[in-house]
């Protein structure tokens, strides 16, 4: 069976699936870089490629991340606050910072 590109091109992932991605590329590749100097920063993950952007500001996080990669598909992102459960709170307490 052939598939064309611009097909493939609009198969999406679930949310679920992208949160998993997400979670387990932050997890393995980015948590143990910034845990400790970037506490309450946002991470701004491209779970296709990998690549991710960091910064004080959601917004700012995710231009740095469509700086390092052009044409991303905006559907494939996911945002992590560094040292917190949530990316937003009302009234939560933190992690305890990373050893």
Request: charged share 30%; proline share 3%.
């Amino acid at each position: 069976m052939y598939i064309s590109e611009d097909f493939a091109m609009t198969v999406r992932r679930s949310d679920a699936e992208i949160a998993r991605l997400g979670d387990e590329i932050y997890e393995r590749d980015i948590r143990s870089q910034i845990a400790s100097d970037h506490y309450g920063e946002y991470v701004a993950i491209d779970v296709d490629s990998g690549c991710w952007g960091i910064s004080g500001d959601l917004l700012e996080a995710r231009a740095q991340l469509d700086r390092e990669r052009v044409g991303l598909d905006a559907h494939s992102i996911w945002f992590v606050r560094v040292g917190f459960r949530t990316l937003r709170s009302f009234g939560g307490r933190p992690m305890p910072p990373a050893t």
